[in-house]
């Protein structure tokens, strides 16, 4: 039984120390109590907790094939939420790309997906450049805007 025992203390040990690693404590300037640097809840002004929302390209795409940005929610909500975006950047919406619409949805998991189809160079074979699509996060009811909240997304020719 003292076996045990010990197995049980060293595994909760070792997600305690886990835990207090992740968390990073900060002062406050105001003297209050410590609050949390990570802290990915955002206080509205009526002091609604609500969830932060990131965004991330997953990686430049090659002309004809499709990509992708990533959005992340913290900390995950029942059923899921809708957020806004608005696209910008040196491609053209038709000409280079087919525009996703908004709102994106992020699902139970915490994580949500804004696909980009990209399309054939209508430019012709001369014209070897790249032209990107920048992903913006736009404020909304229920959430508050994470950093990053903005990314960028090179079609490759």
Known sequence: MKNRNNVLTTLLFVVALALTLNIQAAPRPDG??????????SASPDGENRPVITIHSTDNVTRGKIGSFVL????????????????SGSAVAGVDYIQPLSP?????????????QTLPDPRGS??????SVVVTLEPGAGYALGIPN???MWIKP
């Open 150 to 152: 903005s990314a960028t």
């Open 72 to 87: 992340n929610m913290k900390p995950l909500i029942f059923g899921g939420m809708y957020v806004n975006f608005s696209l």
């Open 126 to 131: 001369a014209n070897r450049q790249s032209y």
């Open 104 to 116: 994106a949805y992020i699902v139970q998991s915490g994580y949500g997906t804004i696909l980009v």
């Open 32 to 41: 209050g109590p410590a609050s949390l640097a990570n802290d990915r809840v």
